[in-house]
Nanobody, 121 residues
Framework: QVQLVESGGGLVQPGGSLRLSCAAS????????MGWYRQAPGEQRELVAS???????NYADSVKGRLTISRDDAKNTVYLQMNSLKPEDTATYYC???????????????WGKGTLVTVSS
């Protein structure tokens, strides 16, 4: 069994900062790509940022220069540092991880349950 648990969401004023964390646990052999997605009410889920096991990153155009993704493989954790937040960043943020389980060596993608970020004055 594998679990992804996000934390760090909350209410922040425009221009403020938040740091999201997502810890993966369970029968993990190795983690490949980790990423953050977000979904605003009435909108489709979209990719915010991703990071490969080699540290290569990819960002949505709307967050470049403001959000930074990083990972700590010793802790099976991915982070999203969010600076200069805007009201349009308001959404539920979901963690995603593509990983291999040591129980059967299957590669599968897992999702967290999400953490709400609200940017409002």
């Amino acid at each position: 069994q594998v679990q992804l648990v996000e934390s760090g969401g909350g209410l922040v004023q425009p221009g403020g900062s938040l740091r999201l964390s997502c810890a993966a646990s369970g029968s993990i052999y190795t983690i490949y790509t980790m990423g953050w997605y977000r979904q605003a009410p009435g909108e489709q889920r979209e990719l915010v940022a991703s990071i490969t096991s080699l540290g290569n990153t990819n960002y949505a155009d709307s967050v470049k220069g403001r959000l930074t993704i990083s990972r700590d493989d010793a802790k099976n954790t991915v982070y999203l540092q969010m600076n200069s937040l805007k009201p349009e960043d308001t959404a539920t943020y979901y963690c995603n991880a593509e990983l291999m389980r040591y129980t059967d060596f299957e590669i599968m993608a897992y999702w967290g349950k999400g953490t709400l970020v609200t940017v409002s004055s």
